[in-house]
């Protein structure tokens, strides 16, 4: 995949955003029904590290948005990842943050089976699909919440032993660059 945005994260920041990880992962229990921690602590900041990362693209450009941030919580109180403005609506946006594994050998995208299956509401308008390597942030393409869906029902339930859940996995070229291009277009600038 060549076409991308990217940003980079200072390192400090990383520091920052791995020490909060373990405290979440300690205040929320996260390790009590046998899950391994630093699985979490390392999704956590790949989330975080991405979010920041898109963060100050729309800060760059100017566009008015709404930001969940540092969430310490259980998941119904967590909100969108952000609320943009488009033609005077406010649209949720959600960042699906893929391991380097996901997207160099299986081309895919993991998305949570339970949200899928009972909880659509709270599936966010559009999803952006990201990377995040050693502070490098590249953002590769969006996808709307209806095709989100419409992939996510043909798609393969599988279970991963490192996070102990049920995800389903789509392919990488559903989350298209030009469609994340345009979404960028119509958000509004604040």
């Known amino acids: 995949m060549t076409d991308y ?4 994260v200072p390192a400090g920041l990383i520091e920052l955003f791995t020490a909060q990880a373990r405290q979440k992962i300690e205040v929320e229990k996260w390790g009590r029904d046998g899950r391994n921690t630093e699985v979490k602590v390392a999704n956590f900041v790949h989330c ?6 898109f963060k100050q693209i729309l800060i760059s450009r100017g566009i008015w948005f709404r930001y969940r ?4 919580g259980d998941a119904q109180g967590a909100g969108a990842d952000f609320t943009v403005r488009i033609d005077g609506v406010e649209v949720s946006v959600g ?3 893929v391991a380097p594994e996901s997207l ?9 089976d339970d949200r899928f299956r009972d909880e659509q509401d ?4 559009h999803h952006i699909v990201c990377n995040h390597t050693n502070g490098w942030t590249r953002l590769f393409g969006a996808i709307s919440k209806e095709d989100l869906l419409m992939e996510l029902e043909r798609s393969q339930r599988k279970f991963s032993k490192n996070n102990q859940e049920y995800f389903r996995v789509i392919p990488m070229e559903r989350f298209r660059f030009e469609n994340l291009i345009l979404l960028l277009e119509k958000m509004e600038r604040g």
């Open 95 to 97: 960042l699906r943050s």
């Open 104 to 112: 160099e050998r299986w081309r895919s995208v993991a998305y949570p």
């Open 48 to 53: 975080w590290v991405t979010e920041e990362a």
């Open 5 to 8: 945005l990217e940003y980079t």
């Open 122 to 125: 709270k599936i966010a308008q």
């Open 69 to 72: 941030g540092l969430y310490f």
